[in-house]
């Protein structure tokens, strides 16, 4: 059989950048070379896509923070089509890269997460694993999603929006809204972004005064939500078209006060977070988090994969559902595929299915009209 060419797109212009390079390097590893041809495709913080040499290489090098351009474009004047080439790396005419059968994009964040990345490639023509423009757009943006939840009458925690402008012009009006609205304790964090950047929680006016400043640096919106007391984290695996499954529920216990971006990543050994596989729920709760997993994902009309994010209290049993990301972190130990690892399904297969899904949904599209027919 003729082997199926995967474009690997990962890094990105995003806070989670390492994040996306962890994530990449995992996959690459367990892709099975006898049924694919891996085209590594790197996008440095500064936006420059690499296709030639080692592109993982060259973004996981502190270089990368001095990398401004392809290293093999020195002058946009002396060649422009050389300089050009990296970023029309997706063009089969270019002679850089032969067509590409599917891309599976592992850009977590802006500039990737949020439909960005998924408009180009819709352009292109090209399939690709995880959701589409809408549902990727829907789920990153943490405001909008509340609201779509909310009018799928799906439980969510109380919460306001306020923009970057606000923040800088009136921040006293704006903390003065929030405890009156929401009380304290309160989690601020960025509208859009992910991995747990920019979040702080808020005891009183000055923690929240310092957690609007952060958030607003990553994004022009910020979101205040009410703290779930006792709150336990639990998270279930949406894979699927038309017809998502929802894998075992998992819980995290973190390391530190709330699950934060050192206890994800830099935590290790005895501080490490802890994973909890499968969840200690009775059926009925496993039962409610499998069914809203589900309802999230068809009400953004998710696509291939997504990981939903849930805030039970830890003294009434309430169940909230936080976030639904639709390019969660993808490394062999990562809580999406740990999670259908349980359920019956191993990381190669996860990836094997994926890809499926993404050309399936494709196959899907091109039945689509897209000229005027009379009846």
Same mark, same amino acid.
């Not at 799906?154 to 929030?178: C, D, H, N, W």
């Not at 400043?213 to 910020?222: E, N, S, W």
């Not at 936080?322 to 990562?334: D, K, Q, R, W």
């Given at each position: 059989m003729k082997k199926?060419?995967?474009?690997?797109?990962?890094?990105?212009?995003?806070?989670?950048?390492?994040?996306?390079?962890?994530?990449a390097r995992s996959v690459i590893q367990a892709l099975d070379p006898?049924? %694919?041809?891996? +085209?590594?495709?790197?996008?440095?913080?500064?936006?420059?896509?690499? =296709?030639?040499?080692?592109?993982? $290489?060259? *973004?996981?090098?502190?270089?990368?923070?001095?990398?401004?351009?392809?290293?093999?474009?020195?002058?946009?004047?002396?060649?422009?089509?050389?300089?050009?080439?990296?970023?029309?790396?997706?063009?089969?005419?270019?002679?850089?890269?032969?067509?590409l059968d599917v891309i599976f994009p592992i850009l977590h964040g802006p500039f990737g997460e949020d439909g960005t990345i998924q408009g180009l490639l819709e352009l292109a023509q090209v399939p690709y694993v995880g959701c589409g423009?809408?549902?990727s757009a829907a789920g990153m943006d943490k405001i909008l999603f509340k609201d779509v939840m909310i009018a799928h009458?799906?439980?969510?925690?109380? %919460?306001?929006? +306020?923009?970057?402008?606000?923040?800088?012009?009136?921040?006293?009006? =704006?903390?003065?809204?929030?405890? $009156?609205? *929401?009380?304290?304790p309160v989690f601020c964090k960025p509208a859009n972004l992910g991995s747990s950047v920019g979040i702080s929680l808020c005891r009183n006016p000055r923690d929240l005064e310092h957690g609007l400043?952060?958030?607003?640096?990553?994004?022009?919106?910020?979101l205040i939500e009410k703290a779930v007391p006792d709150a336990r984290e639990i998270e279930v695996s949406v894979l699927g078209n038309d017809q998502p499954l929802a894998s075992v529920p998992g819980e995290i216990i973190p390391s530190r006060e709330?699950?934060?971006?050192?206890?994800?990543?830099?935590?290790?050994?005895?501080?490490?977070?802890?994973?909890?596989?499968?969840?200690?729920?009775n059926s009925d709760q496993e039962k409610q988090c499998r069914e809203l997993a589900v309802r999230a994902f068809r009400a953004i009309d998710g696509s291939g994969m997504s990981r939903v994010d849930f805030l039970m209290d830890g003294t009434s049993g309430e169940l909230f559902?936080?976030?639904?990301?639709?390019?969660?972190?993808?490394?062999?130990?990562?809580?999406?595929?740990?999670?259908?690892?349980?359920?019956?399904?191993?990381?190669?297969?996860?990836?094997?299915?994926?890809?499926?899904?993404?050309?399936?949904?494709?196959?899907?599209?091109?039945?689509n009209r897209s000229e005027y027919l009379e009846d």
């Open positions: 199926i060419r995967v474009g690997i797109l990962f890094g990105g212009r995003s806070g989670e950048h390492e994040v996306s390079l962890q994530s006898d049924r %694919y041809d891996v +085209v590594p495709i790197g996008i440095s913080k500064q936006g420059y896509w690499l =296709v030639e040499g080692d592109p993982m $290489s060259r *973004l996981l090098s502190q270089a990368n923070r001095n990398l401004l351009k392809p290293a093999d474009a020195p002058e946009r004047s002396r060649d422009s089509n050389q300089a050009d080439r990296a970023s029309r790396s997706l063009m089969p005419q270019d002679g850089v890269l032969e067509p423009v809408l549902a009458g799906i439980p969510t925690v109380s %919460y306001l929006g +306020v923009f970057r402008r606000q923040i800088q012009s009136a921040p006293a009006m =704006v903390i003065e809204k929030s405890a $009156s609205f *929401l009380g304290w400043i952060l958030a607003a640096g990553y994004d022009h919106r910020v709330f699950y934060n971006y050192q206890a994800k990543y830099l935590d290790d050994g005895d501080r490490a977070s802890k994973l909890i596989i499968p969840a200690l729920l559902l936080n976030e639904l990301n639709t390019i969660p972190g993808f490394t062999a130990i990562s809580m999406y595929a740990k999670l259908w690892e349980a359920t019956g399904i191993s990381y190669r297969e996860l990836i094997d299915r994926l890809i499926e899904l993404a050309i399936e949904r494709f196959e899907d599209r091109k039945s």
